[in-house]
């Protein structure tokens, strides 16, 4: 949990730019995917109007890297009207009170050797 406070974004950012470089991803993309992280929790962070601390989630799975970004006692907008670089599905939804905001990035599986 976060309060929305822009020196925490940018240790979200940095951790993010970790993950994406344990996926094996390029510098190029790593770069990319850091900073849309980044720009997608300022643009939450400036619609949480609550002083009720916000929820970031960076996930690894064996084909995708996901962020999710919730804010509670906020509803997520109808339409999805911005877009981050680098990201395959971006989804708002409503879950445990909270709006939910899910980027996906789809990686080559990191199978473990045998």
């Known amino acids: 949990m976060l309060d929305?406070?822009?020196r925490l974004v940018a240790a979200v950012g940095g951790?993010?730019?970790y993950l994406a470089d344990a996926?094996?991803?390029?510098?190029e993309t790593i770069l990319q995917f850091q900073a849309s992280v980044v720009s997608?929790?300022?643009h939450c962070f400036q619609c949480h109007k609550s002083d009720a601390p916000c929820g970031v989630i960076l996930r690894r799975a064996l084909d995708r890297l996901e962020v999710e970004v919730a804010?509670?006692?906020?509803?997520?907008?109808q339409e999805q009207k911005q877009s981050w670089d680098g990201f395959d599905e971006v989804h708002c939804e409503m879950r445990d009170h909270s709006a939910v905001l899910r980027l996906t990035k789809y990686v080559a599986p990191n199978l473990p050797a045998d």
């Open 23 to 27: 996926a094996g991803l390029g510098n």
């Open 15 to 17: 951790a993010a730019r």
């Open 4 to 6: 929305p406070d822009e």
């Open 40 to 42: 997608a929790c300022k």
């Open 71 to 77: 804010l509670p006692a906020v509803e997520p907008p």
